[in-house]
Structures are given as structure tokens and as C-alpha cells.
């Protein structure tokens, strides 16, 4: 169980944060907010990069967040070639938080402009696996 489960962004499953799975199953995309600094992170961190308390606790990754930038991959980690090609995109929220994650297939690349809406959203993937992607709200 943990991060063996989660289908879509292979450097999270570096992370020892495996509640971060437990949340999609409850379909909530959760971050880390850092207790000492106040900085936030998405995908979760158990440690935080500005001033390295190891101090975190979760926040939902609520609300409307505009794309910031995006990337087409055509070549995939071990595990991921199948999916290919997809979008990876940044989208930073009101907060200052920049999330990290997939663009859903449902948006064609015409559609994709940089400050548009998205929203994160949890998704069941074949077999146990759960991830997150990015949709118009
Ligand atoms: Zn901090």
C-alpha cells in the first residue's frame, strides 16, 4: 500500500508522504502546508525546503487555479510509457501554492492556454491505482 498505488507522477512515490494516496481514495488532493514557515507544497513534502522543519500538516487543494505553464512529454519514466503522449503542467493558486500535475486528456492541446482555469481533481485509474489531474473547473 502507499505510493505503489499512485498511477501518474512517478516522483512522488519517492516520497514517504503516504497518506497523500489515502486522500485521493476519499477524493481529496491534499498538500503539505509547513507549521514553522507557512510555505505549502503540492505534491506533499514530509519535509519542508524553505527552512527544513520536518513540521507539516494537509491541506486540500481546493478552489480555481490558472495554468502557468505545461510541457508535452513523449518520453515517460519506466512504468508510464503506455500514456504517452500527455501534458504536464504547473497551476498556481490564489495562496501562492504551484501545483504540479497531468492535464487531462479531455482538454486538446488547442484548448490549453496559459492563465486558464483548472481545478484539481482525484481519478480512479485501471486496476487499485488512484492519481489527480487537471480539468476546467
Ligand atoms: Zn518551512
Given at each position: 500500500m502507499g505510493f505503489d498505488r499512485f498511477g501518474t507522477v512517478s516522483f512522488v512515490s519517492q516520497?514517504?508522504?503516504?497518506?497523500?494516496v489515502d486522500f485521493l481514495d476519499e477524493g481529496k488532493v491534499m498538500g503539505t502546508k509547513c507549521k514553522s514557515c507557512g510555505a505549502k507544497y503540492f505534491p506533499p513534502r514530509n519535509d519542508c525546503a524553505q527552512c527544513l522543519s520536518s513540521d507539516v500538516e494537509w491541506f486540500e487543494l481546493t478552489g480555481t487555479g490558472k495554468l502557468a505553464t505545461y510541457s508535452k512529454l513523449m518520453y515517460a519514466p519506466s512504468g508510464f510509457e503506455k500514456d504517452l503522449p500527455y501534458r504536464i503542467c504547473v497551476v498556481e493558486y490564489p495562496d501562492g501554492v504551484k501545483a504540479f500535475g497531468r492535464i487531462s486528456a479531455a482538454i486538446s492541446d488547442d484548448d490549453l492556454a496559459i492563465g486558464m482555469d483548472l481545478v484539481a481533481v482525484p481519478i480512479k485509474l485501471s486496476g487499485n491505482q488512484v492519481a489527480y489531474e487537471f480539468r476546467r473547473p
Open positions: 516520497s514517504k508522504v503516504d497518506k497523500f
